[in-house]
């Protein structure tokens, strides 16, 4: 048994926090996003793990290194160019040694059973198994309906009367001579081009519907909210260093008594937060400082970026090493660059009165 996870993505959506990290290198809820995955895979019994990289590819090894000390081996696969989903999973291809694949994308949040899922695909004798949650609205998404035996029909496009309310959750199981079926060379997805072309063919293309926690973090109010639901237990995991609860402070950060800390914020370590500082809902990386008054809810906060006295971060992203004036409002997902500098009161949405 092996597990792909494919780490090589921009991270676009998550600008300017991605200028310096990869996505799923991201501090959440105190260790990189990615640290949850794999937790998740250890915990599940895989001990044999790919990462596809590509941007940034130093860090993850840098962090994570043979992965000993995290109860795993890992290795690395670098795309020298973009392959798309497909074509990621196929590069890593010489590095299996089963014959049945685990592939993960890097930047979902999940608490699907893992042990259920690999069942599942195994009971079917499927050649590949996705998992597939269901949501609200699947417009954004595009949909994956299934037949009574769970059996994948289509894969369809975004659509504004979708068919079904299932969607693709970004975990799949591959029977490896499936995978080994990918073309070569140059970009390949599996969501428009693999999964279509197997059934197109005929092949046993099995969709495995799980209602647990799930969550896309490629956009900062998701990312946000993601990290806040690991602190506060809502979404699983044993990497989160530190007991479940309202809020989670790393070694080294100070927080003043006469400070608030809610809704699963995290205080990364080295942080200051002085008195009558509001942490609501909020990401703050290592060494930030909140001097008095501040209020940050819902937002993320980069390494070593100062926010001043009265100011409030609501909904929006600060840069590494940014300085937020005294009194500064920033809000409605504003995101400010590394190391710009605002003047006191400089920006508001309120008036002075």
């Known amino acids: 048994m092996d597990a792909v996870v494919l780490v090589g993505g921009l991270g676009t959506r998550l600008r300017p926090l991605t200028l310096s990290a990869p996505k799923p290198m991201l501090p959440t809820a105190g260790v990189p996003l990615l640290a949850h995955l794999l937790s998740r895979i250890r915990d599940a019994g895989v001990q044999h793990i790919v990462l596809g990289t590509s941007y940034q590819s130093d860090v993850f090894a840098s962090y994570f290194g043979d992965g000993r000390r995290f109860g795993i081996e890992l290795e690395y696969v670098v795309e020298s160019e973009p392959l798309g989903t497909g074509g990621g999973i196929r590069n890593v291809a010489d590095r299996l040694r089963g014959d049945t694949t685990l592939v993960f ?6 608490g699907i059973d893992l042990t259920a899922l690999l069942h599942r695909h195994a009971d079917t004798a499927a050649d590949v198994t996705l998992y597939l949650t269901t949501v609200d609205d699947a417009r954004p998404f595009g949909c994956v309906p299934t037949d009574a035996d769970g059996r994948v029909t289509a894969f369809l496009e975004k659509d504004p009367n979708p068919v079904s309310d299932q969607i693709n959750a970004g975990t799949y199981v591959f029977r490896r001579s499936v995978l080994e079926a990918i073309p070569t060379g140059r970009p390949v997805s599996v969501e428009r081009e693999t999964f279509p072309g197997l059934l197109a063919e005929g092949a046993t293309v099995i969709g495995y519907v799980d209602p647990a ?3 896309d973090l490629g956009t900062p109010a998701d990312f946000v909210a993601g990290s806040a639901d690991l602190v506060r237990g809502i979404a699983p995991s044993s990497a989160v260093p530190g007991p479940v609860g ?8 100070h927080v003043s008594d006469h400070a608030k800390l809610s809704g699963g914020a995290t205080v990364g370590a080295g942080c200051v937060v002085a008195a009558g500082c509001i942490v609501d809902g909020a990401t703050l990386f290592d060494d930030v400082r909140l001097a008095p008054g501040a209020v940050v809810r819902r937002a993320i906060v980069g390494r070593s970026a100062t926010i001043g006295a009265d100011a409030a971060v609501v909904d929006a992203v600060v840069g590494d090493r940014a300085r937020i004036g005294a009194r500064v409002e920033l809000a409605g997902g504003v995101r400010i660059w590394p190391d710009v500098v605002l003047a006191d009161g400089s920006i508001r949405f309120s008036s002075d009165a």
Not at 246 to 253: F, S
């Open 105 to 110: 994308n890097g930047d979902v949040l999940s």
């Open 213 to 215: 926690y799930w969550r």
């Open 246 to 253: 309202e809020a989670l402070v790393l070694p080294g950060a």
